[in-house]
């Protein structure tokens, strides 16, 4: 997907990538510190934090595509490597969602079991807990581990944002008005 619309695919693509990730990053660590917050957002995180990491690289792709279409400067160079490092912050966050969703699960399982009692058929259910989810330690783990990707994905959405910026508009503005700009013409 090269254009949209007549547009580059990319300069649409990336405001979703700009949104849903520090969003996905956001929920991330809502989920990781606040247990309300983890039965109720995890599942719909850990699943929109799986489509950023499927968008990122379309997005990235595209913005391979227009760069061989724009007039290569250190601007645009500089912006298209730090592109390629947003996959690198975004499979951090996904894993986590998807990690802090699984001991939730988890943990409901060996809620509703223990709630049902100890007759044999509620021990033939118990199952495997694999990611701890009574642990207060692996909790404390997780909760730290996604406070530094929610932060690192945010700063690495920033940094990429305000480098793409700095080479699509740098010196192509005034800063003073024309008389003809603006849809009023005057």
């Known amino acids: 997907m090269n254009t949209l619309n007549g547009l580059p695919a990319h300069i649409l693509l990336v405001h979703a990538v700009v949104v849903l990730l520090p969003l996905t990053a956001l929920l991330l660590v809502l989920s990781a510190v606040w247990p309300a917050a983890r039965h109720r957002l995890a599942g719909a995180n850990a699943i929109l934090a799986g489509v950023v990491v499927v968008l ?9 595509w227009l760069e061989h279409r724009v007039t290569a400067t ?5 912006h298209a490597e730090l592109g390629d490092t947003a996959l690198i912050v975004a499979i951090p966050v996904a894993l986590l969602a998807l990690a802090i969703w699984w ?10 079991i223990d709630t049902a009692g100890s ?7 118990r199952r495997r807990a694999f990611l701890a989810p009574a642990s207060a330690t ?9 406070v530094v990707s929610a932060g690192a994905a945010v700063y ?3 940094r990429i944002g305000d480098s793409g910026a700095q080479a699509s508009w740098q010196g192509k503005f005034s800063t ?11």
């Open 103 to 112: 001991r939730d699960r988890e943990s409901r399982e060996i809620q509703a």
């Open 56 to 64: 990122v690289p379309v997005t990235t792709e595209a913005g391979e």
């Open 138 to 146: 692996v909790t404390v783990v997780i909760s730290i581990l996604a």
């Open 119 to 125: 007759g044999s058929s509620a021990v033939q259910r």
């Open 156 to 158: 690495d959405t920033y």
């Open 176 to 186: 003073t008005p024309s008389r003809t700009a603006g849809f009023g013409g005057g």
């Open 74 to 78: 250190p601007l645009v160079r500089a």
